[in-house]
């Protein structure tokens, strides 16, 4: 949307949405679809890690040979978030030769689909998006940091009407049903 992108409903993190509300770029009513994490992932039939709890999370971080997040200087809230979490548990360093970066997680988890990176880490939604990749579970408890996402009108929609019935629908059964089962909790 910041670079002129327009179209009639609009789904981000629910900050994003209130700043976009202050500059006018979205109008309505914000409504909250639901919440999400950051999971992780491995290429299909691969060894799954243990990740049961923050330490054995920790254990399996440190062993893995190569591991993908989104780059937190692109402001990606689960990049943002993973690289905080290998600093709050002192492995950062350690494992910086084996980081790999990518611009979005979606990107990596193909490098994880094809087994040239052995763990991607990234939003749950992306993860179970991609049919290639084996969703092993996400973050543990004491290291999760969930986002809300909301949805909201754009300003500049001409299909008023139609805007509307999918912004009203986005918080019934079905709905939320659907968002559940894309990750959402």
Not at 9 to 36: F, P, Y
Not at 101 to 109: A, T
Not at 133 to 160: N, R, Y
């Amino acid at each position: 949307m910041q670079g002129g992108e327009q179209g009639d409903v609009v789904m981000s993190t629910a900050q994003a949405l209130k700043d976009l509300a202050k500059s006018g770029q979205v109008a309505g009513t914000i409504r909250e679809v639901g919440s999400m994490g950051v999971g992780v992932a491995v290429k299909k039939g691969a060894p799954k890690p243990d990740i049961h709890d923050t330490a054995a999370f920790k254990a399996s971080m440190l062993k893995a040979s190569s591991i993908m997040f989104a780059d937190p200087a692109k402001g990606g809230q689960s990049g943002i978030h993973v690289a905080k979490v290998l600093a709050q548990l002192g492995i950062d360093k350690d494992l910086q030769p084996r980081l790999q970066l990518r611009d979005r997680g979606p990107d990596g988890l193909k490098e994880v689909a094809a087994g040239t990176i052995e763990v991607g880490l990234g939003q749950i939604s992306e993860i179970l998006a991609n049919p290639d990749v084996e969703f092993v579970g996400p973050l543990p408890g004491p290291i999760q940091d969930l986002v809300t996402f909301a949805a909201t009108l754009h300003s500049a929609s001409k299909k008023q009407a139609g805007r509307r019935g999918v912004h009203r629908d986005a918080g019934r059964p079905a709905a939320k049903e659907r968002f559940k089962k894309a990750g959402f909790v």
